[in-house]
């Protein structure tokens, strides 16, 4: 008897032992990427993810058939939907085109659309400043597998990346579209961020999406007739302002015609509010603080960070140059 | 007997009261049309979002109003970013079941349609306003409540 109960331990101890290296190799292979470190604005980047399938399938009746989706997140200026072409390159499968979600369509895990989606799940990554999109592409064909139909293939995205020069980590998935995005799965859905990914040559102030910065805008891209928050990050480096809590805004705003319109005073709507860890915020409504007439615009303003004084300010990179930000939509 | 009585009265008073309701019924059946929206009042910011993330603390509300009068004329106290900034006239596109309140500035500014809802919400009657005052990427909640004079 004793012998015998032995005996079913043991069994059970191989059956689990034998679920557990089906669980584990169950699905999709680890992703690896390969992103180029830097692109001209403009260009079209090429992006070649690299992954495999190991299907270990208790019940192979009926077989078990996907179509594989494709995601990936880019700064939004790039306007990627329209510039990217997606493709499956596989010598099993054959190579085909995927084509974009449309945006009506309800990831079924989560029921938010496919780029809310992969946003909810891996957020921005590595990345600090938010101004990213998630496009989400599906293959037209559903593919076949048989049990232990080990493949390796590959997807190469093409994008043309925009005019703006950033430093970014780009992010990438791959699923098989019959799971969906559940949250726990890790079988089914493989996932990277890229290193460092700069676009060089193009316009305006570099767009640092890394780094922690000593002050950001957000929205990233708003109007003279947007609320905007300016946030100061005084824990990064030491700085003039780095002993005191008591922390205001000086502003200098340009509008189209040329004219200049400046506030200087250390009052309430001024004031930064300090949300701990040596972080402060203010909230502006920059043709309300500025009080640019009726008939002007603002195209860009400089602000610096003072203490109540005046005397010790604080400008971009902890210089005496002021930090800048233009008015602009995507 | 007496019960007997009794019985009889219930089923009298209950017939009756039955005549009544079903009376009742068939009238409210023959008015049920919706009331003209009546939105005219001041009204002040109770809550406004920017993407969804709440600045009611963050930024000043309190001296805000928009004033919309009988007349169909509307104004503001204080100021913020809206889609218009000059007194004028407002219309809603459907004054039973509105989904846009129209803002016609006089002197000639370009008009601004603003998305309405008017949900109830502890017995006050809000405006739900949502607009893109700035980039078409920013959405803005405006909700207001009527002052209470």
């Given at each position: 008897m004793k012998k015998l109960l032995k005996n079913i331990k043991l069994v059970l101890f191989f059956a689990g032992l034998v679920l557990v290296?089906?669980?584990?190799?169950?699905?999709?292979?680890?992703?690896?990427?390969?992103?180029?470190?830097?692109?001209?604005a403009n260009e079209v980047a090429t992006f070649i993810l690299n992954c495999g399938t190991e299907p270990r399938i208790a019940n192979t009746d009926p077989p078990y058939t996907s179509k594989l989706i494709v995601g990936f997140m880019v700064p939004k200026s790039w306007k990627a939907a329209q510039n990217t072409t997606v493709e499956l390159i596989s010598s099993e499968k054959g190579n085909s085109t995927l084509v974009l979600i449309p945006s009506a369509e309800k990831e079924a895990a989560s029921g938010l659309a496919w780029p809310d989606a992969a946003k909810k799940r891996f957020?921005?990554?590595p990345n600090l400043l938010d101004d990213f999109e998630w496009l989400v592409y599906r293959s037209v064909p559903a593919y076949t597998f048989i049990n232990n139909e080990d493949i390796k293939f590959k997807v190469k995205i093409s994008s043309k990346v925009g005019s703006e020069n950033s430093f970014s980590r780009l992010g990438f998935f791959?699923?098989?579209?019959?799971?969906?995005?559940?949250?726990?799965?890790?079988?089914?859905?493989?996932?990277?961020?890229s290193n460092n990914f700069s676009v060089t040559n193009g316009e305006g102030d570099l767009v640092d999406y890394v780094n922690p910065q000593l002050a950001k805008v957000e929205p990233v891209k708003s109007l003279d007739n947007d609320f905007i928050s300016l946030n100061f990050d005084a824990g990064?480096?030491?700085?003039?302002?780095?002993?005191?809590?008591?922390?205001?805004?000086?502003?200098?705003?340009?509008?189209?015609?040329?004219?200049?319109?400046?506030?200087?005073?250390?009052?309430?709507?001024?004031?930064?509010?300090?949300?701990?860890?040596?972080?402060?915020?203010?909230?502006?409504?920059?043709?309300?603080?500025?009080?640019?007439?009726?008939?002007?615009?603002?195209?860009?303003?400089?602000?610096?960070?003072?203490?109540?004084?005046?005397?010790?300010?604080?400008?971009?990179?902890?210089t005496a140059d002021p930090f800048r930000y233009t008015f602009k939509c995507p | 007997m007496k019960t007997y009585r009794i019985s009889l009265l219930v089923c009298l008073a209950l017939f009756v009261l039955g005549l009544g309701l079903s009376g009742c019924n068939k009238e409210i059946a023959g008015v049920s049309v919706e009331p003209l929206k009546n939105i005219a009042g001041t009204w002040k910011v109770v809550q406004l979002t920017r993407n969804e993330e709440d600045?009611?603390?963050?930024?000043?509300?309190?001296?805000?109003?928009?004033?919309?009068?009988e007349d169909n004329t509307y104004s503001f106290a204080d100021k913020l970013p809206f889609v218009v900034s000059d007194p004028g006239t407002f219309s809603l596109d459907d004054p039973q079941y509105p989904f846009y309140?129209?803002?016609?500035?006089?002197?000639?500014?370009?008009?601004?349609?603003?998305?309405?809802?008017?949900?109830?919400?502890?017995?006050?009657?809000?405006?739900?306003?949502?607009l893109?005052?700035?980039?078409?990427?920013?959405?803005?909640r405006y909700t207001f409540e009527r002052v209470q004079d």
């Amino acid at each position: 008897m004793k012998k015998l109960l032995k005996n079913i331990k043991l069994v059970l101890f191989f059956a689990g032992l034998v679920l557990v290296v089906f669980l584990a190799n169950c699905g999709l292979t680890p992703l690896t990427i390969e992103v180029p470190s830097v692109v001209n604005a403009n260009e079209v980047a090429t992006f070649i993810l690299n992954c495999g399938t190991e299907p270990r399938i208790a019940n192979t009746d009926p077989p078990y058939t996907s179509k594989l989706i494709v995601g990936f997140m880019v700064p939004k200026s790039w306007k990627a939907a329209q510039n990217t072409t997606v493709e499956l390159i596989s010598s099993e499968k054959g190579n085909s085109t995927l084509v974009l979600i449309p945006s009506a369509e309800k990831e079924a895990a989560s029921g938010l659309a496919w780029p809310d989606a992969a946003k909810k799940r891996f957020g921005i990554g590595p990345n600090l400043l938010d101004d990213f999109e998630w496009l989400v592409y599906r293959s037209v064909p559903a593919y076949t597998f048989i049990n232990n139909e080990d493949i390796k293939f590959k997807v190469k995205i093409s994008s043309k990346v925009g005019s703006e020069n950033s430093f970014s980590r780009l992010g990438f998935f791959i699923l098989s579209a019959k799971e969906n995005l559940r949250p726990e799965d890790t079988d089914y859905t493989k996932y990277a961020f890229s290193n460092n990914f700069s676009v060089t040559n193009g316009e305006g102030d570099l767009v640092d999406y890394v780094n922690p910065q000593l002050a950001k805008v957000e929205p990233v891209k708003s109007l003279d007739n947007d609320f905007i928050s300016l946030n100061f990050d005084a824990g990064i480096i030491e700085t003039t302002l780095s002993n005191t809590d008591e922390i205001f805004l000086e502003a200098r705003g340009f509008t189209k015609s040329g004219q200049q319109i400046a506030i200087t005073t250390k009052v309430d709507k001024t004031r930064l509010k300090p949300l701990g860890g040596k972080k402060y915020r203010i909230d502006i409504w920059p043709r309300g603080l500025l009080n640019v007439p009726q008939n002007e615009t603002l195209d860009r303003f400089e602000y610096y960070f003072t203490n109540a004084a005046g005397n010790a300010k604080v400008g971009y990179g902890n210089t005496a140059d002021p930090f800048r930000y233009t008015f602009k939509c995507p | 007997m007496k019960t007997y009585r009794i019985s009889l009265l219930v089923c009298l008073a209950l017939f009756v009261l039955g005549l009544g309701l079903s009376g009742c019924n068939k009238e409210i059946a023959g008015v049920s049309v919706e009331p003209l929206k009546n939105i005219a009042g001041t009204w002040k910011v109770v809550q406004l979002t920017r993407n969804e993330e709440d600045l009611s603390e963050r930024v000043d509300l309190s001296a805000f109003r928009l004033v919309l009068k009988e007349d169909n004329t509307y104004s503001f106290a204080d100021k913020l970013p809206f889609v218009v900034s000059d007194p004028g006239t407002f219309s809603l596109d459907d004054p039973q079941y509105p989904f846009y309140l129209l803002l016609k500035p006089a002197g000639g500014m370009p008009e601004g349609k603003v998305s309405l809802q008017m949900p109830v919400k502890k017995g006050k009657t809000q405006l739900s306003m949502t607009l893109r005052p700035g980039c078409e990427t920013n959405t803005y909640r405006y909700t207001f409540e009527r002052v209470q004079d």
